[in-house]
């Protein structure tokens, strides 16, 4: 059936290929993919922006993202940002990481890029496991939570404790913006929206890195429906990851905002 222009309300982004998402059902890649890609399609820089994926479940998003798209190795994906936005300054340049990848493997990368404040977009999406590979315990699982390998729940005692890598990064010089989010309802889809505008802005400005967090489930991992998984987060992942701004401009800010 046809439907009148004056009734459409949501057409896809042809930055996003026709190849059918192969996430798990009610995860959130799919939806923080199609956002990017608004905000490159609606800023007009499809053909200057190019996108990292390391290893992990965000390696998939070079097929689904129509731009130019590069591979790094597990956790480089910074250091390979980098190396392209230095050959090529005019570019939009951003990586797409999971926190297995990012705060794991690629902890060094990721310190080292955001206090040398190289003028990249960094999304970074946390489910607090390794989603891709089993569901084993990452930096990012929360006490006494389980995983395949802490079937138990993390012992803090013997595992030590999360490592809140976007608060550690907020610290950095090199960071100018620094923000939490998620994307399990329509009002936060729009909140994250605003802030990987925000980022893709910052860097027309050589404002330095943009770090952009967003707090996704892992249904498949977690054992749990889509729904179940979604009030898991809220209950149990929000409070130990606050959604919110953590740098604005530079500045620290006081207090991240209220998760809804």
Not at 120 to 134: E, H, K, S
Request: charged share 20%; hydrophobic share 40%; glycine share 10%.
């Amino acid at each position: 059936m046809l439907v009148s222009p004056e009734n459409l309300v949501y057409t896809k982004t042809p930055l996003m290929t026709d190849k059918p998402l192969s996430y798990c059902p009610g995860c959130g890649h799919g939806t923080v993919h199609r956002m990017i890609m608004e905000v490159v399609d609606e800023m007009g820089i499809q053909a200057d922006t190019i996108g990292i994926a390391p290893v992990g479940c965000s390696v998939l998003a070079y097929e689904f993202m129509n731009i130019d798209m590069q591979q790094a190795a597990h956790g480089r994906a910074p250091a390979l940002a980098t190396g392209i936005k230095r050959c090529w300054p005019d570019k939009y340049v951003f990586t797409y990481q999971g926190d297995g990848d990012l705060a794991a493997i690629g902890t060094a990368e990721t310190i080292h890029a955001c206090n040398r404040g190289e003028n990249i977009a960094i999304f970074f999406v946390n489910n607090g496991i390794y989603g891709m590979t089993g569901g084993q315990m990452a930096p990012t699982t929360l006490p006494g939570m389980r995983s395949s390998t802490t079937p138990y729940g993390r012992d803090v005692a013997l595992m030590g404790n999360p490592l809140k890598i976007t608060e550690l990064v907020a610290m950095l010089p090199g960071t100018f913006y620094v923000s939490r989010h998620s994307v399990h309802t329509p009002l936060n889809v729009r909140k994250f929206k605003r802030a990987a505008r925000m980022a893709f802005e910052n860097q027309k400005l050589n404002k330095g890195v943009s770090f952009i967090e967003i707090v996704s489930n892992c249904n498949s991992g977690w054992k749990m429906s889509p729904v179940d998984a979604n009030k898991w987060m809220e209950d149990n992942m929000f409070p130990f990851y606050p959604l919110g701004d953590i740098k604005v401009n530079g500045e620290m800010v006081s207090k991240p905002t209220k998760a809804e």
